[in-house]
């Protein structure tokens, strides 16, 4: 059956396939010196403003870990929910690689707002603290929330005032532009956001992110970086022909509205089975309580992962290629383990 494990569990959009074929054509330079690199680079243009700087890397990890050291020396700190996947699924990369303490601050829906960050705001120009430097939120959530586009400005001028830096974990953003109904640069550039870890993987491309520089002066140097982080892409354009397929043909925005869509739908179907979701649907994934005693049969059948043990807690999240039969199917299943 369908998974609902997660949106990297399913397979590659036909599109992006027939993009790394495309590219597979004679010599090109390496490293990025390659014609489907600056035909990326326009593109990411074209969708942010002209003032971007961007880079390419394989994953998500590596995106949010190399833009971060790029906002942050060693002293300072990075505030984020305590949901962040940079707190909790990165095996203290962040931590290691900049050097810079992660200070996790709890919220009810994964969204960090000023007054939730304003209490950590302490010890500053007081060597013996580590000193805030950046906020770093995720859009959409690890609770499938989304912030509207007022919410981020308001983070960014708050932000900004205190002297910081704001980072958005984007390995979801195209379905917060979706659900939103917004362009990238209405939610990113015109927000005032610093650096942004901008996801493909997830969203039906094979392997690739991009850290988008909307402030420049952060990118000065950052090649160096990039390479130090062992993220420097010899064959480059396998990952730029992805990121040319995925932004000209709108898949972004298809991709992402199939899975938003799908996980609306499981969400009003699960409800309709008396479950209670613990989140609002916004985007592609669905919170909800089962009973502890049907979920190893459900998993078995199709697996998934408990979010809260000790609350009986599952994430379900919905693909590129979840259609609607796939849904049904599944709620099925569930219905009759319930009865
Ligand atoms: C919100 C978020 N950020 C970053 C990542 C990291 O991506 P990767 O597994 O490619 O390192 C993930 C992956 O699950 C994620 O959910």
Redesign the pocket.
């Known amino acids: 059956m369908h998974t609902f494990a997660?949106d990297?569990n399913s397979g590659v959009h036909p599109l992006i396939m027939e993009a790394i074929i495309k590219a597979n054509q004679g010599h090109v330079k390496g490293y990025g010196e390659d014609i489907y690199t600056a035909r990326a680079q326009e593109n990411f243009k074209l969708l942010f403003g002209a003032g971007v700087e961007v880079f390419f890397v394989?994953?998500?990890?590596?995106?949010?870990v190399l833009g971060l050291k790029a906002m942050t020396q060693p002293y300072q700190s990075i505030l984020c929910a305590d949901t962040?996947?940079?707190q909790t699924?990165?095996c203290g990369a962040p931590e290691r690689f900049t050097g810079s303490k992660l200070i996790p601050i709890p919220t009810p829906d994964g969204k960090l707002t000023p007054n939730l960050i304003k209490p950590h705001l302490h010890g500053i120009n007081f060597v013996h603290h580590s000193q805030p430097k950046v906020v770093s939120i995720?859009q959409s959530?690890?609770l499938g929330t989304v912030y509207t586009v007022d919410q981020i400005k308001e983070l960014s001028d708050f932000v900004h005032q205190q002297g910081l830096f704001l980072h958005v974990?984007g390995?979801?953003i195209a379905n917060a532009a979706v659900s939103l109904g917004c362009s990238f640069r209405n939610l990113i550039t015109e927000t005032g956001v610093d650096v942004l870890?901008f996801?493909g993987?997830?969203n039906g491309m094979m392997f690739g992110?991009a850290i988008v520089f909307l402030n420049p002066v952060l990118s000065e140097n950052f090649g160096y970086t990039r390479k130090q982080g062992m993220q420097l892409a010899s064959k480059m354009r396998f990952i730029s022909a992805q990121f040319n397929a995925y932004l000209e043909n709108d898949l972004w925005r298809i991709n992402a509205g199939q899975s938003n869509q799908m996980a609306k739908l499981l969400s009003g179907e699960v409800k309709k089975l008396g479950i209670q979701v613990t989140h609002e649907t916004e985007a592609n994934s669905v919170y909800a309580i089962l009973p502890q005693a049907v979920i190893p049969a459900l998993q078995q059948e199709s697996f998934f992962y408990v979010w809260d043990e000790s609350t009986s807690e599952v994430r379900w999240v919905c693909s590129w290629n979840t259609c609607e039969e796939d849904v049904y199917n599944f709620t099925g299943r569930l219905r009759s383990y319930l009865s």
Request: without cysteine; negative net charge.
């Open positions: 997660s990297n394989f994953t998500g990890t590596a995106s949010n962040a996947h940079i699924d990165e995720t959530t690890e974990d390995a979801r870890s996801g993987t997830k992110e």
